[in-house]
């Protein structure tokens, strides 16, 4: 159990998560900043090259053992990529068990390219809003890797971490405040009310006016609408809360991550992009915003074998590309293939003129002939009960922006009505269900009632 204070607070506590044979100095460092500032802190060793220079509470065997692996074996025969992955794991779920029963309120670490990939992979299961961050040679560069679908906050140390320095100091002194606010801050209960139906959305800039319009229909109609931003870490974010039984419904209006990945773009969700929430049985409607797109960095980066496409200059840091009409009928299979799959309820919204700001009459992306390729493929590969609207609009008309909406408003009414969002909770978080059980029976609070999520009034 963690102490209280003469006032009757809990001491917040902080794991700290790394390799303490090679940079025991620096978490000595870290870890009295962090003390000196009222914060309990937990080192845990996940350092496979030698003894650890600090003490640390979880040792590195423990940390292997929890990965299902003997640390000497570990060390011996594998190489270094799996004795990585390995800590890596065993240190995931050392952190996540340590989380979920409330005995740390932030993790924090620090390396450099190898050292940050394993923390990040470590801290990476833990849940969106619980605090997370690592001090890194690699903040500066392409981070997509460490961060994933996290809200892992990364701060660039400026020098390598080797060795204490003035530089240094400052940076871990800052990182150490950092992560003992937060701390604090996650365990202060906060006194929130738990809200009412969770949708989340899809954006892109150019999708923008529908996806807005839409929201503020929802949000009128008593919904909370989380809107994220369809740029791969986007993706991957909302697909994580919805795994976490953080979404009731999902409004995914801008789908351009399927074209990045098909393509080799640089805003891709991963492979499993649209399909988490038909796994899990969440009601969703999806619509084709952006498909007519493929994202790059700065024009010079664009792969000389598309330097002939019809490119478009976004900002200086974008480029965007227009999908063909050949990729646009490979897009509609992947978007059908992956709703015929869904366990929950679906509707897919086509807006037959334009799917993007720049893809309507006059704008630099209008292509007929590739829309006509992207909507006849959907149509010829979507399972026959999945219903379809096709509507003489743009993507961004209001109209077409709210007949979204109440569509979303529907199927999550007739979803919620049938118990299927009980199951699925019931499910996922066993756990908690049970604590709220144990806690109503020993009075501590009021057992919430069957409906987690209240319907909105009409």
Known sequence: MRECTSTGDTVP?????????TKGAEYRFLKRRIEVLGCEVVLVDVGVLGEPLVSPDISRSEVAAAAGVKIDRLVARGPRGAVVAAMARGARSILAEMAATHRIDAVAGMGGSSGTSLVALAVQGLPIGFPKMIVTTMASGDTREFVGGSDVTLMHSVVDISGLNQILRKVLGNAAAAIAGMARAHATPNGSVEPGPVIAATMFGVTTAGVTAARRWLEDHGYEVLVFHANGAGGRSMEALMRQGLITGVLDVTTTELADELIGGVLSAGPERLEVAGSLGLPQVVSLGS????N?????????????????????????MRTTPEECARLGEIVAAKLNAATGPVAVFVPLRG???????????HDPMADRALFGSLRANLDPSIEVVEMDTDINDPKFASAMAECVDRLYREWHRSGSYQQ?????NPERHSNERR????????????????VPSP
């Open 13 to 21: 506590t902080v794991a700290l998560v790394g390799t303490l044979d």
């Open 439 to 454: 806690e109503a029976q020993s009075g501590n609070r009021h057992l919430s009632s069957p409906d987690r999520y209240s």
């Open 424 to 428: 699925r909770d019931q499910i996922e």
């Open 355 to 365: 799917i993007s700001a720049i893809a309507v009459e006059g704008g630099v992306f």
């Open 296 to 320: 790059f960095g700065p024009i010079e980066t664009v792969p000389d074998r598309f330097r002939d496409r019809n490119l478009y200059a976004h900002n200086p840091a974008i480029t965007l």
């Open 291 to 294: 498909l007519d797109i493929a």
